[in-house]
């Protein structure tokens, strides 16, 4: 299941990184949720540029949560220079990202993080989400974190 669907290229750079244990249930994942199979082909492609950039980033698995997720289509994409064939479309890669995420969770490798909760949750209050976009922003535009006071958290 999936293994169709990849490139050789694709699978390769997947089974070469730290998410190689969830490609399997990425795909059961994707096919379970009747995703056309154009669009998983797609979002193997973003999953596997995201793969990619945590290897070479050298990144624990634990970063490929919801905030590496942001960094990676905020920081990296707009700067992106990978051997292509790599997938750069901002709302393809934070929609693959989404189930990648989910998969993770439900895996057990992923905690639900406050990066995640915040855009999953309807509990966090507008303000929160604000300001963990913001300090990805920062961290991305390499600026010093920001002190307390100079980032609204209320
Ligand atoms: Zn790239």
Not at 94 to 113: F, I, N, Q
């Amino acid at each position: 299941m999936g293994n169709d669907l990849m490139a050789p290229m694709t699978r390769a750079t997947l089974m070469d990184s730290v998410l190689r244990s969830y490609v399997a249930q990425y795909c059961a994942h994707l096919h379970d949720g009747r995703y056309a199979a154009s669009t998983r082909r797609i979002y193997l492609c973003c999953v596997a540029h995201f793969a990619y950039w945590i290897t070479t980033e050298r990144l624990a698995l634990g970063k490929a949560d919801e905030v590496g997720g942001r960094q990676f289509v905020a920081c990296h994409l707009p700067h992106c220079n990978c051997p292509t064939p790599v997938r750069r479309v901002p709302h393809e890669v934070t929609a693959a990202l989404s189930h990648l995420h989910e998969v993770l969770k439900s895996a057990g490798v992923l905690a639900a993080s406050p990066g995640g909760a915040a855009s999953s949750d309807p509990s966090w209050p507008r303000s929160t989400v604000t300001w963990i976009s913001t300090v990805t922003w920062i961290r991305c535009a390499g600026l010093p974190p920001p002190r307390a006071g100079n980032v609204s958290r209320s």
